[in-house]
Nanobody, 124 residues
Framework: QVQLVETGGGLVQAGGSLRLSCAAS????????MGWFRQAPGKGREFVGSITWVGSSYYADSVKGRFTISRDNAKNTVYLQMNDLQPEDTALYYCAVHSGRSNEFTALYEYPTWGQGTQVTVSS
């Protein structure tokens, strides 16, 4: 069973940047797509972006052009580079392993394994 640990969250001013890391242990993730999601207070968990096992990435419209997902299979780690952060990006950010059962990368139900999340707070 794979375990995921997200790090790199914090407090940043609007316009700033953060890089989140998602380190996997217990199993190699190089053959799996990985997703990033976020959940703001009082809201549901939403898709941020995903990266396939071959490195193709997809993004929510709200972060396209500002966020970039990458992966280092040698380190069993996935990253979320976030630039030009805005107050509306404030949320708990989660990474997750895709099931591999479909090509549906935006749906929560396709991700059976999740990390505990890391908080990102953007001040105006």
């Amino acid at each position: 069973q794979v375990q995921l640990v997200e790090t790199g969250g914090g407090l940043v001013q609007a316009g700033g940047s953060l890089r989140l890391s998602c380190a996997a242990s217990g199993r190699a993730i190089n053959n799996y797509a990985m997703g990033w999601f976020r959940q703001a207070p009082g809201k549901g968990r939403e898709f941020v972006g995903s990266i396939t096992w071959v490195g193709s990435s997809y993004y929510a419209d709200s972060v396209k052009g500002r966020f970039t997902i990458s992966r280092d299979n040698a380190k069993n780690t996935v990253y979320l580079q976030m630039n030009d952060l805005q107050p509306e990006d404030t949320a708990l950010y989660y990474c997750a392993v895709h099931s591999g059962r479909s090509n549906e990368f935006t749906a929560l139900y396709e991700y059976p394994t999740w990390g505990q999340g890391t908080q990102v707070t953007v001040s105006s």
